[in-house]
Nanobody, 129 residues
């Protein structure tokens, strides 16, 4: 069974940092591209960052590219999102998602949620003073 389990969310003050993790099981983790999304209250899914199977190609949304870093450890079947300089607009539930194919998605497709066939349940990040 394919499973993705996020962790690392919580409450943080503005300007703070958090590192999210996503542990994968039930498939060959190292063969797939992954993306971190978030969903703020009352809003749709926002793509944040994508990393290819080997971890050498990372693509970021403009809203986070100078603050967030996506990474992966294929030996540990784990995906990460390091988030720095957090602000209240970053408050959301954060999800990791597995791309449906072993090939890489083209950039224009990255934000389409339907191309990701496995999602975690999410971890809540709250940024407030």
């Amino acid at each position: 069974e394919v499973q993705l389990v996020e962790s690392g969310g919580g409450w943080v003050q503005p300007g703070g940092s958090l590192r999210l993790s996503c542990i994968a099981s039930g498939f060959t983790f190292s063969s797939y591209t992954f993306t971190w999304f978030r969903r703020a209250p009352g809003k749709g899914f926002e793509r944040l960052a994508t990393i290819n199977s080997g971890g050498y190609r990372r693509r970021y949304a403009d809203s986070v590219k100078d603050r967030f870093t996506i990474s992966r450890d294929n030996a540990k079947n784990t995906l990460y999102l390091q988030m720095n300089s957090l602000n209240p607009d970053d408050t959301a539930v954060y999800y990791c998602a597995k791309y449906e194919r072993q090939s890489e998605p083209i950039s224009s497709q990255l934000s389409r949620t339907e191309i990701y066939h496995a999602w975690g349940r999410g971890t809540l990040v709250t940024v407030s003073s």
